[in-house]
């Protein structure tokens, strides 16, 4: 799994990517705001459109923001938006135990749902920062708790982030449904990544988990560089880029 937001992305991850996550992350990456908080249920189906027209037969989940799940009638409409405006195949909450009310009301009417546990990114001021989880024995067993209520409600995959990977794999094997993991390890049983930090385009923060598989931002700023370099020298266009 990774995230992409948009339609020429996601045709490049389509080939590789089992599934892509239109991640409320795109609010820091795209957006360029401090954290997720603010994204909006409008954000989110303007870029879940642009995903499913760039990788039509990729399996696409659309994140549900900050304050859209928050009861069972507000999760629900906004859940029902995004079937009925984008053609995502599922939706993403944020929460454990105490959200499974919301991933079963959302089951029982007709929306597949993808969990997400450990360190909740939406929690992020309410928490004071990005907490990693499983630290303790105590945090252990309410992370297997959570994915199993998770699990038991409905959802049919499960992500987790921010968590010991010992821990990470002890919940993996505690439920059927797949686990997939962020800064979690590798007893998981599968991955995502968000694209702008894997290919190294996001430069504010690198978290530890993040391997950069291509050093993105020196790219992309190099080529910019010369591009602007050769225009102030009129060296491009030459006679290979004239009709
Ligand atoms: O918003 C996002 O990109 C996510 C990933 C961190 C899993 O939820």
Redesign the pocket.
Known sequence: MI?AYDALFARLFEQSADIL?V???LNMSFAGKND?LSTSMDQMIYHTNAVCKGAPNTFVIC?MPFGSYRDEATALTNSLRVYQETPADCV?IEGGASKAHLVKHLVDNGIAVCG?IGLL?QSVRAEGGYKVKGKTEHEALALISDAQAIQNAGAFIL?I?GVKADVASRVAQSVSIPVIG?GAGNGVDGQ?L?FSDMLGLYEPFVPKFVKQYMNGAKMVKESVKCYAKEVQSKTFPDENYVY
Do not use: C
């Open positions: 995230t996550l991640g409320d992350s997720t994140d993403k997400h990114p992500v982030e962020i995502v968000v």
